[in-house]
């Protein structure tokens, strides 16, 4: 999202920071505020899947080292990108055979 944001600003006229959210929305189909989400869910993945590998994995602790407001806003937003809450899609990468991706996903 943030060489998404330079690339929009120093692309012609028309720089203020409402243009280059237009330009990016233009390029990608998605918001800026939706990539930003979605980037701040995917490093809190990767700490999930660090997690998992040393234990259990503590969700509020891993939504407040993410910049979550509470576990509950984590949750939200991982099912928004998922459409699994983090505790199914955790369980699913370790059993289910079609999650074979999130496994070696680092």
């Known amino acids: 999202a943030q060489v998404l ?5 120093a692309s012609g006229a028309g720089q203020s ?14 918001s800026m505020r939706a ?4 980037g701040r869910v995917e490093a809190a993945f990767f700490q999930a899947r660090e997690a998992m ?6 969700w509020a602790d891993l939504a407040a080292d993410a ?3 509470d576990q509950s806003h984590f ?3 991982a099912r928004r990108v998922t459409g699994l809450s983090p ?3 955790k369980r699913r990468m370790q ?8 496994r070696i996903w680092r």
């Open 75 to 77: 949750c939200r937003e």
């Open 35 to 38: 990539l930003q989400g979605r």
């Open 17 to 30: 920071l409402r243009q280059a959210e237009r330009r990016i929305k233009t390029w990608t189909g998605q």
């Open 67 to 69: 910049g979550y407001a």
């Open 87 to 89: 505790d199914l899609l």
């Open 53 to 58: 590998d040393g234990g259990a994995v503590q």
């Open 5 to 9: 944001a330079l690339r929009a600003l």
């Open 95 to 102: 059993q289910d055979e079609s999650f074979w991706i999130y």
